[in-house]
């Protein structure tokens, strides 16, 4: 593939993302500033510390530039502390003092749903845009998505029913962390998602 997909790295574990991206063949370029943002197909926002993304955001000037880089249509993922800066709101009981936010997905997420990193845990998750066999999923200080908005489409659940991976349009979101498992369906199917939206913009 010869597009190029970013992946935001200013905190959080962005270099197991750009890993996972180069395993598949596909270019990846580290983003920390506006002009990174130029040429790529589509943006990574990683797992991490949410609160600390969302400032360092701010404090790069990025909160705008990637509001206007998921209106033209190129994709949008989050994973964990990605899906929480993706959202719209935080629940109130879990919300930092300071968490800015990008809005992009209508949603309501919970921070640390499971408890702490000895909480962490894996589990088989269907996702319905990958198809089976299920994708092992795995959960770190995990969020969980409380409320889902009209037009968020639910791509897979808890055996619970608690909504773990969430798509509105080129947004994406997932509570668990893809690049840490040797199962590389979810970043071929992003890229999938990248390509398509740049034949779109051509």
């Not at 092992?136 to 991976?165: K, N, T, W, Y």
């Amino acid at each position: 593939m010869s597009l190029t997909i970013g992946v935001l790295a200013l905190q959080g574990d962005f270099a197991e993302h750009c890993a996972a991206l180069r395993r598949l063949g596909v270019p990846a370029r580290e983003v920390r500033t506006v002009r990174d943002l130029d040429g790529v197909a589509g943006l990574i926002i990683p797992g991490g510390e949410s609160t600390t993304i969302g400032r360092l955001l701010e404090r790069f000037d990025l909160v705008e530039p990637i509001r206007a880089f998921a209106r033209t249509g190129r994709p949008i993922w989050g994973t964990c502390a990605g899906l929480i800066v993706l959202a719209r709101e935080v629940d109130p009981e879990t919300r930092a003092r300071h968490q800015p936010l990008l809005g992009l997905l209508d949603i309501t997420v919970r921070r640390n749903a499971f408890g702490s990193q000895r909480e962490s845990f894996e589990c088989d998750l269907l996702v319905e845009p990958l198809g089976p066999p299920p994708l092992r999923a795995v959960f770190i200080r995990a969020p969980v998505v409380s409320v889902v908005g009209p037009g968020v489409e639910v791509l897979a659940r808890l055996p619970d029913g608690r909504p773990v991976a969430v798509r509105a349009g080129n947004v994406i979101g997932t509570a668990f962390h893809p690049e840490l498992t040797e199962d590389l369906r979810f970043h071929a199917w992003f890229c999938s998602l990248a390509e398509a939206g740049n034949v779109r913009a051509a």
